[in-house]
């Protein structure tokens, strides 16, 4: 099972308090690893369908995107402060709550095969990204000057019957 983060690793990454996550620790031990695991999984069902997945796990070579890992240090923070508690009145919450939230958009835009922005190894090379150059979007067998015959032979069949704009 590939979990993107260490405890250790998670304390690097968030904007919580190292205190705090050994709070958390102290009255339960595990529990910060195994929220790791579940949102690790949790990114893994959002991005299969577009990237490979697992990613490498953070002891693996190549080691997991930083942006993988970002993402689930900003996922995990808030779970991480509402085990040890919020003071509602804590406008510095809000904020983690709301980037929180934006990971989660973040994410959900990376797996949008057709918008997705986001620069992970692509699932069919892992050598490769998976952002797509744009190409053209129209095709014809015809060369570039068939229009104009084509114009031609219009105002001509209007000139015939008599609907040209005479002049």
Excluded: C
């Excluded at 590939?2 to 050994?22: E, N, Q, R």
């Amino acid at each position: 099972m590939a979990i993107y983060l260490t405890v250790d690793g998670f304390k690097a990454l968030s904007t919580l308090p190292s205190s705090f996550v050994d709070d958390v620790e102290l009255e339960e031990p595990g529990w910060t690893a195994n929220q790791l695991a579940i949102w690790s999984r949790w990114l893994e069902a959002r991005l299969r369908k577009r990237y490979p997945t697992p990613f490498p796990a953070h002891d693996d070579t190549p080691p997991t995107p930083l942006t993988v890992q970002a993402w689930l240090a900003r996922l995990v923070t808030v779970k991480v402060w509402l085990k040890r508690g919020v003071d509602p009145n804590d406008r510095q919450f809000d904020a983690v709550h709301d980037d929180h939230l934006a990971a989660k958009e973040e994410i959900l835009e990376a797996a949008n095969s057709e918008e997705g922005w986001f620069d992970l190894p692509a699932r069919d090379d892992e050598d490769a990204s998976a952002i797509r150059g744009s190409s053209p979007r129209g095709y014809s067998e015809q060369s570039p000057y068939v229009w104009t015959d084509q114009q031609g032979a219009t105002a001509r069949a209007e000139d015939r019957l008599g609907r040209g704009s005479g002049g």
